[in-house]
């Protein structure tokens, strides 16, 4: 992670955690095959609700198959830094139950959770990973033929960090800086809800 970024909280979090950001520069380093199936045998290992895993994973390479048509799908003001990341990886919920083809009211849930393994197992291997959901689904899943049965929830950026002076001069500083956070008070109730 970027050393001039400040540590974010306060608290002794565990550092993974404390690392963690979402960067929008990235090095020229790529990402090894042991390092990709890593982070995706961390997202593997996620609890679920009935042990359903309804996350599915579609990996693309910079400058291998589907790659161009994923990074097409993204929002222009995503583009142009996530083309800079060697892979992208759009994040699928399987809506139904295997079971009995009921709906999942988890599945989405679930996904996420596997996401934030994937994200600290990313940060753990000194990785940068920024999740978007700012692309065009309907686009993405045509391009990959995905049926309906499945939600198309996010991408995500994957790679190292880089240098954020090779960012657009309006993304620079928003690089460097500490993403705020709301205080524990207005996200925490004890024994009654004052939301
Ligand atoms: C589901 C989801 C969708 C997001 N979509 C975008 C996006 O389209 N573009 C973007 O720049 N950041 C996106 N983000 C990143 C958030 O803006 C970021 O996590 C938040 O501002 C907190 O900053 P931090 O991750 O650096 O702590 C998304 C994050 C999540 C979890």
Do not use: C, Y
């Given at each position: 992670m970027s050393e001039e970024r400040p540590r974010r909280s306060e608290l002794p979090l565990h550092p993974v955690l404390n690392a963690r950001y979402s960067p929008r520069a990235f090095s020229e380093r790529d990402v090894t095959d042991a390092e990709l199936n890593l982070v995706l045998e961390a997202a593997r290992w996620a609890p679920?609700?009935?042990?359903?895993?309804?996350?599915?994973?579609?990996?693309?390479?910079?400058?291998?198959?589907?790659?161009?048509?994923?990074?097409?799908?993204?929002?222009?003001?995503?583009?142009?830094?996530?083309?800079?990341?060697?892979?992208?990886?759009?994040n699928l919920a399987k809506r139904t139950l295997s079971r009995n083809g009921m709906e999942n009211f988890h599945a989405r849930h679930d996904l996420g959770l596997a996401t934030a393994q994937l994200?600290?197992?990313?940060?753990a291997l000194g990785m940068g990973l920024h999740i978007l959901g700012g692309f065009q689904a309907d686009a993405a899943r045509e391009a990959f033929n995905i049926p309906v049965d499945f939600d198309l929830v996010?991408?995500?950026?994957?790679?190292?960090?880089?240098?954020?002076?090779?960012?657009?001069e309006n993304l620079i500083q928003r690089e460097l800086q500490q993403s705020p956070r709301r205080p524990l008070n207005e996200l925490v109730f004890f024994g009654e809800f004052k939301g």
């Open positions: 679920s609700s009935m042990n359903e895993q309804p996350w599915r994973f579609l990996v693309t390479r910079r400058g291998s198959t589907g790659h161009a048509e994923l990074l097409a799908s993204l929002n222009p003001s995503n583009r142009i830094w996530a083309d800079k990341a060697p892979v992208l990886i759009l994200t600290a197992q990313a940060t996010s991408v995500i950026v994957l790679g190292f960090p880089g240098d954020a002076q090779q960012l657009p």
